[in-house]
């Protein structure tokens, strides 16, 4: 005797007949389905369909495909069908199925850390459109947390400690105003591993000679001349690092971009324009006292001494 098989789920149900008294495909049947109404037996015609599916061709299978059928939460009761190849209706099973509040699909967060920021980004928003987030320490006492729902997708978080563990939290809501659930997870901040300036050993690309060289030459033990621009490049370079250890805008434009900044074989001047650039690189973030100069100004080799023990300095706070 056919069985109507019902599966309730979340935001309607599944159903299949199974047991069918022979192959169901277009030799045997010409559809089956559901029906609110009780079926009887030889009928010509029915009232009402809920779902269906027509035989195929061919079909060893003595059962219907499974269907899903959307349907608000609640409980249904259903008869099945079959219409056999003479076109007549029969029975194929009944039964009761509940349907299950629709379940909205969850975000899913990711986690991004330097040696001082954390940030967290929505990936997938799932179903949700407003988050609230916050973080907290290893002790689970709260840093930062935002007090309402926003559509903002991300969130950034500065100065924290490096090498430490954080907690994340990401609140979601369907309606703006209460939360659904909270998704979290921690992550650790990265080690600080920037080395100090040393003007007796290579730094970069140049070498530990013409690193001496360089500063002999601002030190008035020299020729100018043999200040290397690999010198200058490793001192942006070691400037970008540290703005890149601490989550920091790598280079900021002010003045020039990180390129335009750095020097070649092929251009070796030294312009006001990149000197401020690589000053200005530092003291956004760390004081050098030393003020922006003009074209035709004299730059003064203690302002690269200057400038490297600055760094240092601020290597040593990080």
Not at 241 to 264: C, F, H, N, P, V
Not at 268 to 290: D, H, M, P, Q
Request: glycine fraction near 6%; proline fraction near 2%; aromatic fraction near 16%.
């Amino acid at each position: 005797m056919a069985e109507l098989v019902l599966t309730g789920e979340h935001g309607g149900f599944s159903w299949q007949i199974t047991d069918l008294g022979s192959p169901f495909n277009s030799s045997n049947y010409i559809s089956a389905g559901l029906s609110p109404i009780e079926i009887e037996s030889g009928a010509t015609e029915i009232d009402y369909v809920v779902d269906s599916v027509n035989a195929k061709s061919s079909g060893k299978n003595y059962y219907t495909t499974e269907r899903f059928v959307e349907m608000e939460p609640g409980a249904y009761y259903y008869y099945g069908w079959c219409q056999a190849a003479n076109g007549k209706y029969y029975p194929a099973g009944e039964g009761r199925v509940d349907v299950k509040e629709a379940q909205l699909i969850a975000p899913e967060i990711e986690l991004e850390s330097t040696a001082t920021t954390v940030t967290v980004t929505v990936i997938d928003s799932g179903d949700y459109r407003y988050f609230k987030f916050s973080i907290y320490d290893s002790s689970h006492n709260v840093i930062e947390e935002d007090t309402r729902y926003r559509t903002t997708t991300s969130r950034f978080y500065e100065n924290l400690s490096p090498n430490t563990k954080y907690y994340v939290y990401c609140s979601y809501s369907s309606n703006g105003s209460t939360a659904d659930d909270t998704l979290s997870d921690y992550i650790y901040t990265q080690e600080l591993s920037v080395d100090l300036w040393d003007w007796e050993s290579s730094n970069g690309s140049a070498t530990a000679s013409q690193t001496l060289k360089a500063y002999n030459a601002v030190t008035n033990k020299g020729n100018v001349s043999d200040f290397s621009y690999k010198v200058w490049n490793d001192m942006c370079y070691k400037v970008y690092e540290i703005r890149s250890t601490l989550g920091a805008w790598a280079w900021d434009t002010q003045y020039l971009s990180y390129d335009d900044t750095l020097m070649s074989s092929a251009d070796k001047v030294l312009t006001a324009k990149r000197f401020n650039s690589l000053k200005y690189n530092i003291g956004s973030l760390y004081s050098t006292g030393i003020s922006d100069v003009s074209t035709g100004d004299k730059v003064y080799g203690s302002y690269f001494t200057t400038l490297m023990d600055v760094v240092n300095e601020w290597i040593g706070t990080l």
